[in-house]
């Protein structure tokens, strides 16, 4: 029994010299989920004027991400909050990365919402889809179902690729391992998000502390009296 303490004891001490030296919601406290150790996180911030974000990095090819999808766009609708979503389609998998592509290529020639439709419809799919021909078969009926011609080729200028390296350079930087990367993000800092279940629980914790200003007393305009001329 005193041999098995005196193993955990250094287990403790690095436990809570961890827990000291993490920075909590930048730090707001925060339900309890475990973050992970970034490199570089001065990214993760909401856009201009949003008081709560999430900020997602996701993978089309990832079968966490797509658990994760429908509850992500459920808290934003809930809310009433943005999402900023990052591509960042992991080295293992064979087409997510075409796939991520070719949902750039909608968001841009047809429309976010038509984007974000066919994100959905290849999350659906993802376990039937097992290689780049089958990605491009699955696509082509994508297209045909709502009545459009998929292009030939989808990038020819090679500018959806260059903005799905972006955003993987972006995660590289951050030092992202797995996917999805979840964070809910405030102009105080943020926290990841481990466990989607967690996500209301965590924007409600960020809301709380980051209340929106109070509304000015309402106050009749007085106007100047028109000079006479």
Same mark, same amino acid.
């Given at each position: 029994m005193r041999l098995t303490f005196m193993l955990a004891h250094p287990r403790l001490l690095l436990a809570a010299a961890l827990l000291i030296a993490t920075p909590a919601f930048s730090q707001l406290s925060a339900p309890p989920n475990t973050a992970n150790a970034f490199k570089d996180t001065s990214m993760v911030k909401p856009p201009a004027g949003a008081r709560v974000a999430i900020y997602e990095?996701?993978?089309?090819?990832?079968?966490?991400?797509?658990? #994760?999808?429908?509850?992500?766009?459920?808290?934003?609708?809930?809310?009433?909050?943005?999402?900023?979503?990052?591509?960042?389609?992991?080295?293992?998998?064979?087409w997510s990365r075409d796939a991520a592509i070719t949902a750039r290529y909608i968001q841009d020639k047809i429309s976010p919402q038509a984007a974000e439709e066919y994100r959905r419809a290849v999350f659906a799919a993802q376990?039937?889809? #097992?290689?780049?021909?089958d990605l491009q078969r699955?696509?082509?009926?994508?297209?045909?179902?709502?009545?459009?011609?998929?292009?030939?080729?989808?990038?020819?200028?090679?500018?959806?690729? #260059?903005?799905?390296?972006?955003?993987?350079?972006?995660?590289?930087?951050?030092?992202?391992?797995?996917?999805?990367?979840?964070?809910?993000v405030t102009p105080k800092g943020w926290i990841q998000v481990t466990d989607v279940n967690l996500l209301y629980q965590t924007i409600d914790t960020a809301l709380a502390q980051n209340p929106a200003p109070a509304a000015a007393p309402n106050s009749k305009l007085k106007h100047a009296p028109t000079p006479q001329r």
């Amino acid at each position: 029994m005193r041999l098995t303490f005196m193993l955990a004891h250094p287990r403790l001490l690095l436990a809570a010299a961890l827990l000291i030296a993490t920075p909590a919601f930048s730090q707001l406290s925060a339900p309890p989920n475990t973050a992970n150790a970034f490199k570089d996180t001065s990214m993760v911030k909401p856009p201009a004027g949003a008081r709560v974000a999430i900020y997602e990095f996701e993978d089309l090819e990832c079968p966490a991400c797509s658990h #994760a999808f429908p509850i992500v766009h459920a808290a934003i609708e809930k809310y009433k909050i943005p999402l900023v979503r990052h591509d960042f389609p992991l080295r293992m998998h064979i087409w997510s990365r075409d796939a991520a592509i070719t949902a750039r290529y909608i968001q841009d020639k047809i429309s976010p919402q038509a984007a974000e439709e066919y994100r959905r419809a290849v999350f659906a799919a993802q376990t039937s889809i #097992a290689s780049k021909d089958d990605l491009q078969r699955f696509t082509q009926k994508y297209f045909q179902s709502h009545g459009r011609v998929m292009p030939f080729v989808i990038d020819p200028t090679g500018v959806f690729t #260059a903005e799905v390296q972006a955003d993987f350079t972006l995660g590289e930087r951050l030092g992202l391992t797995q996917t999805p990367t979840i964070f809910v993000v405030t102009p105080k800092g943020w926290i990841q998000v481990t466990d989607v279940n967690l996500l209301y629980q965590t924007i409600d914790t960020a809301l709380a502390q980051n209340p929106a200003p109070a509304a000015a007393p309402n106050s009749k305009l007085k106007h100047a009296p028109t000079p006479q001329r």
